[in-house]
């Protein structure tokens, strides 16, 4: 039917845990966070989604995306790393295996979370892999370290700190395609949010995972995050930072170009 997509699963996809999240994410729109496609039927082999009519990017629909998103991330979650509330299966997302966090498993602080969950988990599989050796092993460590040490924590932005959670509510792969801009022009949130790997995180990933491969009117995004939800200082000098998460995941699905660039952003941060 046209009013409808359907996904069907492939290798490492979980469509009941992905509908979960779709779920998770749109609890948020209650309070102005950012549409979600609507999940119409889930099973182990099929997702049928609404069909998301789509329409040119503008300014204003940017500035829209941006100020939604704010207060998508704002509805919170438990603990860093944790699953989509309804989460089914394997405590972990996608073909790398991206893992989900136990709440008893949980650092306080996010530097701790994304040292060992993110940046040493991908490196620990590449150098299984053969595709890091020992130098690039000791380099990525030295970013952990000093992650681990807190060097690099910053507060939540703005609505995220006042509505008093843990961390922020990620859409978790949040690169352009990802981010449909409505075909209404009018639509309050501007935009649709579709294949999430949705947990708990710091809202800066979500943002800097939009900027690695560039969106339109990125900076009107931003600028709508901003005015809705003030971001710490100092957050523009952390997107790389951020970044290395989703580079490195890159790293263990396609290799190539990824592994240049991710140790190249690690040495800014060793």
Same mark, same amino acid.
């Given at each position: 039917?046209?009013?409808?997509?359907?996904?069907?699963?492939?290798?490492?996809?979980?469509?009941?845990?992905?509908?979960?999240?779709?779920?998770?994410?749109?609890?948020?729109?209650?309070?102005?966070?950012?549409?979600?496609?609507?999940?119409?039927?889930?099973?182990?082999?099929?997702?049928?989604? *609404?069909?998301?009519?789509?329409? $040119?990017?503008?300014?204003?629909?940017? &500035?829209?995306? %941006?100020?939604?998103? #704010? @207060?998508? +991330?704002?509805?919170?979650?438990?603990?860093?790393?944790?699953?989509?509330?309804?989460?089914?299966?394997?405590?972990?997302?996608?073909?790398?295996?991206?893992?989900?966090?136990?709440?008893?498993?949980?650092?306080?602080?996010?530097?701790?979370?994304?040292?060992?969950?993110?940046?040493?988990?991908?490196?620990?599989?590449?150098?299984?892999?053969?595709?890091?050796?020992?130098?690039?092993?000791?380099?990525?460590?030295?970013?952990?370290?000093?992650? *681990?040490?807190?060097?690099?924590? $910053?507060?939540?932005?703005?609505?995220? &700190?006042?509505? %008093?959670?843990?961390? #922020? @509510?990620? +859409?978790?792969?949040?690169?352009?395609?990802?981010?449909?801009?409505?075909?209404?022009?009018?639509?309050?949130?501007?935009?649709?949010?579709?294949?999430?790997?949705?947990?708990?995180?710091?809202?800066?990933?979500?943002?800097?995972?939009?900027?690695?491969?560039?969106?339109?009117?990125?900076?009107?995004?931003?600028?709508?995050?901003?005015?809705?939800?003030?971001?710490?200082?100092?957050?523009?000098?952390?997107?790389?930072?951020?970044?290395?998460?989703?580079?490195?995941?890159?790293?263990?699905?396609?290799?190539?170009?990824?592994?240049?660039?991710?140790?190249?952003? #690690? @040495?800014?941060?060793?």
């Amino acid at each position: 039917m046209a009013d409808t997509f359907a996904k069907t699963a492939g290798f490492g996809d979980n469509l009941p845990g992905e509908a979960a999240a779709l779920r998770w994410l749109a609890e948020a729109e209650a309070a102005g966070g950012i549409r979600v496609v609507r999940v119409l039927s889930v099973s182990a082999e099929e997702l049928v989604e *609404e069909h998301v009519a789509t329409g $040119a990017p503008t300014a204003a629909a940017a &500035r829209r995306i %941006g100020a939604s998103l #704010a @207060r998508t +991330h704002a509805a919170g979650a438990p603990w860093l790393g944790c699953a989509p509330e309804g989460w089914e299966g394997e405590p972990w997302c996608g073909r790398a295996r991206t893992p989900y966090v136990a709440r008893d498993d949980a650092p306080s602080r996010w530097g701790a979370f994304f040292a060992e969950y993110r940046i040493m988990n991908y490196v620990r599989t590449l150098v299984d892999e053969g595709e890091f050796g020992p130098s690039e092993l000791a380099l990525f460590e030295r970013v952990a370290s000093r992650l *681990e040490a807190g060097e690099f924590d $910053a507060s939540q932005p703005g609505l995220v &700190r006042a509505a %008093g959670v843990t961390c #922020a @509510r990620l +859409h978790g792969d949040l690169w352009a395609g990802n981010v449909l801009w409505d075909a209404d022009r009018a639509a309050p949130t501007g935009g649709v949010l579709i294949d999430p790997m949705a947990y708990g995180g710091h809202a800066e990933t979500d943002l800097a995972m939009l900027a690695l491969f560039g969106y339109p009117y990125l900076e009107e995004v931003l600028r709508g995050y901003d005015e809705a939800s003030p971001l710490a200082d100092g957050w523009r000098e952390r997107v790389g930072l951020h970044q290395l998460a989703p580079l490195l995941l890159h790293c263990v699905l396609f290799g190539g170009w990824y592994l240049d660039e991710a140790v190249g952003v #690690a @040495r800014r941060y060793a």
